[in-house]
């Protein structure tokens, strides 16, 4: 009996039938991870932490001319105490004033100062601060 050599590798058992050749499989793979990386990170980057608000208490009150500003709390502690705070305001006249915030910088619990001495009927008054993160909020903003 002669064997055939054709014959003797058998069907299917020994012979190398690929789809894809591995070089080409390891750069699918790549890609694929490549893929799946920058939709996680696109959809992770959406997510923020949480944060609170920041929020100033204070006390206002009028003595005939003069209104007086008491900052009563400043919160999260963390923001205290505020890089600087603007006071705006217009007289009876319609002239506009600005408190400077290199006077009212670094103001803290317990600040008080007087917004005006002028004639008691003063048009708005429009307090904004400057908190440590950059970001600004009017936290007063009434006709005085």
């Known amino acids: 009996m002669k064997i055939n050599k054709s014959n003797s590798k ?4 020994l012979k190398e039938e690929r789809g894809v050749s591995p070089v080409i499989a ?3 793979m790549v890609a694929i991870t490549v893929v799946m990386a920058a939709i996680v ?4 980057s959406g997510i923020k932490a949480p ?3 920041t929020t100033v208490g204070m006390d206002i009150s009028r003595n005939n001319d003069t209104l007086t500003l008491v900052i009563t709390a400043i919160d999260p502690a963390s923001s205290a105490p505020l890089p600087t705070m603007n006071i705006s305001y217009m007289n ?11 006077l009212l910088s670094n103001v803290d619990v ?4 007087n917004i005006l001495t002028q004639n008691a ?3 708005p008054v429009v307090i904004t601060v400057t908190f440590k993160d950059g970001s600004k909020k009017v936290i007063y903003s009434r006709e005085a």
């Open 121 to 123: 009927s003063v048009k």
């Open 92 to 102: 009876w006249s319609g002239t506009a004033f600005v408190k400077n915030n290199t």
């Open 41 to 44: 990170s696109s959809w992770s």
């Open 51 to 53: 944060t609170t608000p």
């Open 10 to 13: 058998g069907v299917g058992f």
């Open 26 to 28: 390891v750069i699918l």
């Open 110 to 113: 317990g600040f008080s100062t």
